[in-house]
């Protein structure tokens, strides 16, 4: 007797039938992005995770790039991930989403196997020099620099008695315990 599948065909798609999708209305008030073809579902917003976006967003402001919060990045063809926070020095453009990044910032209170995973691997892999991972139930940030094609070579896990370095020209280094006072 032959084996019989239990599993379902997933059909994968890449960015452009994605952003079709999108620009149908399909997905409006839907919170997903699409990693490795696939449409993810994101976490919701805690009142931690939104003040610490805001603080972030008030810090990055003097940036000599731009600041992109909860917008897509192509990092791959069939990737669109959101991070929380990205510089992006590219020029602006209306016809695409920028594909690289100075910065990413995902900041997470239990999205923490994808932030850490995938995400990060594709960070990586696309060649955005600095990755940050806020883990707001340990009140820590994660740090990963020197991208490669299968992930960050160097971690660094801060604490709130530790600074932020500056990610770019213009930004100040960042006091960890001002980032997560009252978190």
Do not use: F
């Not at 995400?119 to 883990?135: F, M, S, T």
């Not at 020209?169 to 980032?179: C, H, N, P, S």
């Amino acid at each position: 007797m032959a084996a019989v599948s239990t599993e379902l065909p997933v059909h994968r798609l890449d960015a452009e039938h994605y952003g079709l999708v999108v620009d149908s209305g399909a997905l409006d008030q839907q919170r997903v992005e699409l990693i490795d073809g696939i449409i993810v579902q994101m976490s919701p917003h805690s009142p931690a995770h939104a003040a610490i976006l805001e603080r972030l967003t008030r810090h990055l402001a003097g940036a000599r790039a731009r600041v992109r919060v909860q917008l897509p990045l192509q990092v791959a063809s069939d990737s669109l991930p959101e991070p929380d926070v990205a510089l992006v020095g590219e020029p602006e453009s209306a016809d695409r989403h920028p594909t690289s990044a100075l910065l990413v910032v995902e900041v997470t209170a239990s999205s923490h196997t994808i932030d850490r995973g995938r995400k990060a691997a594709l960070y990586a892999a696309a060649g955005i020099p600095a990755h940050w991972l806020i883990d707001i139930p340990a009140r820590a940030v994660e740090v990963r620099t020197d991208p490669g094609p299968v992930g960050y070579r160097t971690l660094r896990t801060l604490d709130t008695a530790n600074v932020l370095a500056s990610p770019c020209q213009g930004v100040e280094e960042l006091a960890l315990d001002e980032l997560l006072k009252g978190i």
